[in-house]
């Protein structure tokens, strides 16, 4: 089983920068395939970034393709989005999940661990 609890969020003006965090307990972080989710009000949860197991390997959506990158470290136990470029359609609750299959998936049922989630709040 994996608890985790996601850091960083904020307010943040247009075209500015955040690097949110996501800490896990459990011994087994790094067998867990890992991705980010943000939910907007009266929105349903989104995809916004996947990473393999390793590291090696990364999948984005198209909204935040090349302006947000996706990192672990698995010796800290910690999955990092580090968000530049930012737009007020990037407001929103990110939370980070772990996959127990081992696969990349962008559906959030397809997760078993969720963290309690962080606001970014992107200021026009």
């Known amino acids: 089983q994996v608890q985790l609890v996601e850091s960083g969020g904020g307010l943040v003006q247009a075209g500015g920068s955040l690097r949110l965090s996501c800490a896990a307990s459990?011994?087994?972080?790094?067998?867990?395939?890992m991705a980010w989710f943000r939910q907007a009000p009266g929105k349903e949860r989104e995809f916004v970034a996947f990473?393999?197991?390793?590291?090696?390997?990364?999948v984005y959506a198209d909204s935040v393709k090349g302006r947000f990158t996706i990192s672990r470290d698995n010796t800290k136990k910690t999955v990092y989005l580090q968000m530049s470029s930012l737009k007020p359609e990037d407001t929103a609750v990110y939370f980070c999940?772990?996959?127990?299959?081992?696969?990349?998936?962008?559906?959030?049922?397809?997760?078993?661990?969720w963290g309690q989630g962080t606001q970014v709040t992107v200021s026009s």
């Open positions: 990473i393999t197991r390793s590291g090696g390997s990364t």
């Open positions: 999940a772990a996959r127990g299959g081992w696969s990349y998936d962008y559906r959030p049922s397809n997760y078993d661990y």
């Open positions: 459990g011994r087994t972080f790094s067998s867990y395939p």
